[in-house]
């Protein structure tokens, strides 16, 4: 079983839209969580840390369920702006590992 | 903002060949790491690096590669003798306490 594990997508939604991509991870032992974007070509870019249940910026909340050992991220409101790839990303068993989902792609259409 | 850097942007390369890849973390981190991308897939981690020694590394990381953080402010990956599926696109990540990491650019590595 993968590590973490992603649906690719692509999720494309008009500009205004809400959408949400979820996120699984295997070890429960995990403590630390984090959502990337990465637009084409370039490095990821953090987006948000999610430690305990949750944790919200702005259009943008995340959060971590536990008991299902998932993870989830909501986009409010898209622009267009946010048509990137949204990786998730979680520290292995030795908390110096961390291990990528393959990522989910977003594209917001005007 | 303090970033990542990293150089050289991109390298080719012959098979066989010796390549050093070069980043400078932000400068109060403590937490080094390499992770690789090859085109159309994931982010993969190699290896992380704290107080001058490797933490952890993954069934990648083998003996054709090593790290090393010479002076202080630079932190260098090699590869002894690179293979074509060692094409890729390498990213140095720092962390200040192990947790949220933040990348450099990349280096696009291509191997002929």
């Known amino acids: 079983r993968k590590e973490v594990e992603q649906d690719p997508g692509p999720f494309n939604v008009p500009e205004g839209a809400t959408v949400a991509f979820n996120c699984t991870y295997s070890?429960?032992?995990?403590?630390?969580f984090f959502w990337y974007r990465q637009d084409c070509r370039k490095e990821p870019k953090l987006l948000m840390s999610v430690y305990s249940s949750g944790n919200e910026d702005g259009r943008f909340t995340a959060q971590l369920n536990r008991a299902s050992q998932y993870i989830s991220l909501l986009i409010r409101d898209s622009k267009l702006s946010d048509s990137a790839t949204y990786l998730c990303?979680?520290?292995?068993?030795?908390?110096?590992?961390?291990?990528f989902g393959s990522g989910t792609k977003l594209n917001v259409k005007p | 903002e303090p970033e990542v850097t990293q150089t050289p942007s991109h390298q080719v390369t012959q098979m066989g060949q010796e390549v050093i890849l070069r980043c400078v973390p932000i400068s109060n981190h403590l937490y080094f790491y390499w992770y690789r991308q090859i085109l159309g897939q994931k982010v993969e981690f190699l290896v992380s690096?704290?107080?001058?020694?490797?933490?952890?590394k993954s069934e990648i990381f083998d003996d054709q590669f090593s790290v090393e953080r010479p002076d202080g402010s630079n932190f260098t990956l090699k590869i002894r003798s690179t293979k074509l599926e060692d094409s890729a696109m390498y990213f140095c990540a720092s962390s200040l306490s192990g947790n949220e990491q933040f990348f450099g650019p990349g280096t696009r590595l291509t191997v002929l």
């Open positions: 990303a979680a520290q292995g068993r030795n908390f110096n590992k961390f291990y």
């Open positions: 070890n429960s032992a995990s403590q630390s």
């Open positions: 690096f704290y107080n001058n020694e490797i933490s952890e």
